[in-house]
C-alpha cells in the first residue's frame, strides 16, 4: 500500500474513531459502589483528614481535634461521625452534602465548615440541644433560599455567602452572633435582622436590598456593608448607635438631601458611595458635600480626611449658611417691602372706592334734590288754575 493510501485510510479511521470519555478522578467502582464500600472509603478519607491532637473534653486523654476532609466526593456521613465526637473543627468544603445532621452528636465541636455543598436550608442549626458550642459556621456556596432561625447558642460567626437567600422572615435574632456574612444572595430585605444585640459586622453586598429599615435592637452594629444593591432612598434610618463604616457603593442614589439622612448616625466614622448616580453626576465634588453633611466623618470613599480638607469644607459650610442667612433676610426684607406697597396700594384703592362711592351719593342726592324742587316748582305753577276753574264752575 502506498503512502497516500495509508495516509487516507489513517484519515478515514480519524474521522469515525469515537472520541474515548474522559477517565473519572476516582475509581469507576466509587460511584457505583454499594454502601459498605462507601462506608469503608469515609472512614479512609476522615482517617486521613484527622489533624492536630488535643485532650478530650473531659480531660481524660488525648486524640485528634481537628478533621480536614475537603474535595472528596462525599454525599453521605451515614453514622459514622459519632465515633468522633471530641472533634473541635471540621471542614467538609468542596464535597456534595446534603445532609449533614449526623454532626449534631459532635457536641463540642466549635467550627465547621460545610461551604460548597448541596445543603438548601438551615434546619439542623435550629435543633434544641445541638451545636452548643459552635462559634464559626460557614456554608457558603450551597443552595440555601431561606435565611431561618439556629439555635446553636454560642455563635458568633455565620457565613452564607454565594446562595440563593431570597428571605430572613424566619430568622428572629441571635444572642451571640457577632459577624453576619451573606454577600452575592438575592436578599431584598432586612426584615428578620432584629434582636441582634451582639451583631457588630453585616456584610450585605451583591443582593437586591432597596432599604435598610427593619434594622432594629442591634446595639453593637459597628459595619455596615451593602455595596451593590438597590438603594434609592435614606429615609428609614434605624437607631444604630456604635454604627462606624457604612459601605452603600454602587447604589441608586440619585440625590445628594438623601445624605441628610445619615445626620443621626453620630458616630458614623466613614462612608463610601462611589457609583452611585449622584456621586458619578457629582464627582470629587460630592466628597466635599458628604464633608459638610457628616461632620464627625474620616474616611470618605476609603481615603482619609485631613484636617485642612475638614476645615476647608467646614469654613465653606459657615459662608454658606451665613450667606442663606442673608439671602433669607434679604427675602424678609422684600416680603415685608412687597407686603407694606400691597397695603398701601389697598389702601389707596379704598380710599378711592370710599371717594368714588361719596361723590356718587353727592351726585345721587343732587339729583334727588333737584327733581324734588321740580316738583314743588309744578306743584305752585298748577294751583291758581286749579281755583280759577273752582271760580268757573261755582
Not at 434544641?128 to 431561606?146: A, M, S
Not at 447604589?251 to 458614623?268: A, M, Q, R, V
Amino acid at each position: 500500500m502506498s503512502q497516500q493510501d495509508e495516509g487516507e485510510e489513517k484519515q478515514d479511521v480519524e474521522q469515525v474513531e469515537p472520541i474515548e470519555p474522559e477517565e473519572p478522578d476516582v475509581p469507576q467502582e466509587e460511584y457505583y459502589a454499594p454502601e459498605s464500600l462507601q462506608i469503608q472509603k469515609l472512614h479512609n478519607d476522615i482517617k486521613e483528614g484527622l489533624k492536630r491532637i488535643g485532650k478530650t473534653a473531659n480531660l481524660s486523654g488525648y486524640t485528634f481535634v481537628e478533621l480536614i476532609c475537603e474535595n472528596k466526593k462525599i454525599d453521605k456521613l451515614f453514622n459514622i461521625m459519632q465515633d468522633y465526637v471530641h472533634l473541635r473543627k471540621i471542614s467538609f468544603a468542596n464535597n456534595q452534602l446534603s445532609d449533614v445532621n449526623s454532626l449534631q452528636t459532635i457536641k463540642y465541636l466549635t467550627n465547621l465548615n460545610l461551604s460548597f455543598n448541596q445543603i438548601t436550608n438551615l434546619d439542623c442549626f435550629n435543633v434544641p440541644n445541638t451545636f452548643e458550642f459552635l462559634e464559626e459556621l460557614n456554608l457558603d456556596n450551597n443552595k440555601i433560599t431561606n435565611f431561618g432561625q439556629i439555635n446553636a447558642p454560642r455563635l458568633k460567626k455565620l457565613s452564607l455567602k454565594n446562595n440563593l437567600i431570597k428571605s430572613a422572615q424566619g430568622f428572629n435574632g441571635h444572642n451571640t452572633l457577632e459577624i453576619l456574612e451573606f454577600r452575592n444572595n438575592k436578599l431584598e430585605s432586612f426584615e428578620g435582622f432584629q434582636n441582634l444585640l451582639k451583631l457588630k459586622q453585616i456584610w450585605a453586598a451583591q443582593n437586591a436590598i432597596v432599604s435598610i429599615g427593619h434594622l432594629t435592637q442591634l446595639p453593637e452594629l459597628h459595619t455596615l456593608h451593602l455595596r451593590a444593591n438597590k438603594i434609592v432612598v435614606l429615609t428609614d434610618i434605624p437607631n444604630l448607635p456604635k454604627l462606624h463604616h457604612l459601605n452603600l457603593r454602587a447604589n441608586l442614589i440619585e440625590k445628594l438631601d438623601e445624605f441628610n439622612n445619615l445626620k443621626s448616625l453620630e458616630t458614623l466614622k466613614s462612608i463610601t458611595m462611589h457609583e452611585n448616580p449622584i456621586a458619578t453626576e457629582m464627582g470629587d465634588g460630592i466628597r466635599k458635600e458628604i464633608i459638610m453633611i457628616l461632620q464627625q466623618i474620616e474616611r470618605v470613599n476609603k481615603e482619609p480626611v485631613p484636617p485642612e480638607e475638614k476645615a476647608d469644607a467646614l469654613a465653606e459650610l459657615k459662608e454658606r449658611i451665613a450667606a442663606a442667612i442673608q439671602k433669607k433676610k434679604e427675602e424678609e426684607e422684600e416680603a415685608a417691602r412687597l407686603a407694606e406697597e400691597a397695603r398701601l396700594a389697598e389702601e389707596a384703592r379704598l380710599a378711592e372706592e370710599a371717594a368714588k362711592a361719596a361723590e356718587l351719593a353727592a351726585e345721587q342726592a343732587a339729583a334727588e334734590q333737584e327733581a324734588a324742587d321740580k316738583a314743588a316748582a309744578e306743584g305752585r305753577t298748577n294751583q291758581p288754575k286749579v281755583e280759577q276753574e273752582e271760580e268757573e264752575e261755582a
